[in-house]
């Protein structure tokens, strides 16, 4: 049962400050407290006899060792009862209140820090191994906010399968203090799974597939000039093309069925033309 709650929602606390207080009767706090008072009375009384030379040195020790183990014992107990603020940061949520009963398991109380928030989702089997600690992430809150976003990093992958979302959990941190935020609340995560700086990007409209796999057309003065292509990454309707384009290379993505191959004249009526950009 609680008896005692020190703090208010909003309250601001420190590292290992007593948050609430539970009841003290409880058989293993009663107990540690007793075995406790007792190793003390018993390392005074021996210790004025090993100064008096008494007793001897290795049964002193015995009583020693016997005290400060009691005194481990009586401050476990005592964080049994006096729960403390993990972290350094604000009360967000009390679910109890004094002479609420508790049972193992119950959440107290939350505390979140002031350098951030931290964010728990799960991802599938096919896409974990895409995703790594360290990997960026983004928090877009849409237009209703301003547009605003806010970009933190991977910062935990579990390797093990949730049982019940048969998906795997992933921890993101975002370090900011913005008040658009607050915890508990559920938003939209994006996951940079894949990065290239220099990477040559065009729509699936500006390629063509066929058997021996995607082509694209490329003008060369008043030509088309069919290459062949090697498609990388794909997401949506955007295809990164590692090899056989080059920056700078002009495109013709409409009107292909007007066009000849390289070395036969092109009638370009009609054609709609794109260079090949970095993004």
């Not at 390392?43 to 015995?62: K, M, T």
């Not at 399968?161 to 921890?171: G, H, R």
Request: glycine share 8%.
């Amino acid at each position: 049962m609680v008896r005692h709650v020190n703090v208010n929602v909003g309250d601001h606390v420190e590292q290992d400050q007593v948050v609430l207080s539970l009841s003290a009767d409880n058989q293993v706090y009663r107990q540690a407290s007793l075995a406790w008072e007792n190793a003390q009375k018993a390392y005074e009384r021996n210790r004025l006899l090993y100064n008096n030379g008494d007793i001897s040195r290795q049964n002193f020790d015995n009583i020693t060792m016997q005290y400060e183990l009691a005194g481990a014992n009586y401050r476990a107990a005592c964080d049994m009862i006096n729960i403390k603020a993990p972290i350094s940061g604000t009360i967000t949520q009390l679910n109890v209140h004094p002479t609420s009963n508790v049972t193992a398991g119950t959440a107290l109380f939350t505390v979140s820090g002031r350098n951030g928030y931290e964010a728990c989702f799960y991802v599938g089997a096919d896409e974990i191994d895409r995703i790594h600690s360290g990997s960026r992430v983004s928090i877009d809150l849409g237009r209703n906010n301003g547009g605003f976003s806010i970009e933190g990093r991977v910062t935990q992958v579990s390797l093990m399968m949730d049982s019940a979302k048969q998906a795997f959990p992933v921890t993101a941190s975002f370090d900011m203090t913005n008040r658009k935020l607050a915890g508990g609340m559920g938003v939209d995560l994006a996951v940079e799974t894949y990065r290239n700086e220099k990477a040559i990007v065009v729509s699936r409209s500006e390629l063509t597939r066929t058997e021996e796999g995607f082509h694209a057309y490329i003008a060369q003065g008043n030509k088309a000039e069919a290459v062949a292509v090697e498609v990388g990454q794909v997401q949506g309707s955007k295809y990164e093309v590692v090899r056989g384009l080059e920056y700078g290379d002009m495109l013709i993505f409409d009107g292909r069925h007007e066009l000849a191959f390289a070395g036969e004249k092109a009638n370009t009526t009609g054609v709609a033309l794109a260079f090949v950009n970095q993004e």
